[in-house]
């Protein structure tokens, strides 16, 4: 059975940084991608940044690029997302996400969709201040 539990939210100022961990329970943890995706009260669950399986390959939201980084520790079975530069729109409750192999073989396999990922974590709120 596959769980993800995240780490890492709070409270922070804008302009503060966090850094979200997801600890991975998968014995092949380096067959998933990993993503982050977020939810703010009353919108839906949007991508925020995905790492591929293999390869390692990194996406971005358009409105996280150059300020969030994703990565992924194969031996910890964890995924992080460093995020710099927050501001109070980042506010949300994040998730962290897996998506198994067998959606792709492909190297640089992601989804910016929450329906391409089987396995969620229940979520680590990030509140920015002004």
């Known amino acids: 059975q596959v769980q993800l539990v995240e780490s890492g939210g709070g409270l922070v100022q804008a302009g503060g940084s966090l850094r979200l961990s997801c600890a991975a329970s998968i014995r092949t943890f380096g067959s998933y991608t990993m993503g982050w995706f977020r939810q703010a009260p009353g919108k839906e669950r949007e991508f925020v940044a995905a790492i591929s399986w293999i390869r390692g390959d990194t996406y971005y939201a358009d409105t996280v690029k150059g300020r969030f980084t994703i990565s992924r520790d194969n031996a910890k079975n964890t995924v992080y997302l460093q995020m710099n530069s927050l501001k109070p729109e980042d506010t949300a409750v994040y998730y962290c996400?897996?998506?198994?192999?067998?959606?792709?073989?492909?190297?640089?396999?992601?989804?910016?969709?929450?329906?391409?990922?089987?396995?969620w974590g229940q979520g680590t709120q990030v509140t920015v201040s002004s």
């Open positions: 996400a897996a998506r198994p192999r067998y959606y792709s073989d492909s190297p640089g396999d992601y989804s910016d969709s929450p329906g391409g990922y089987d396995y």
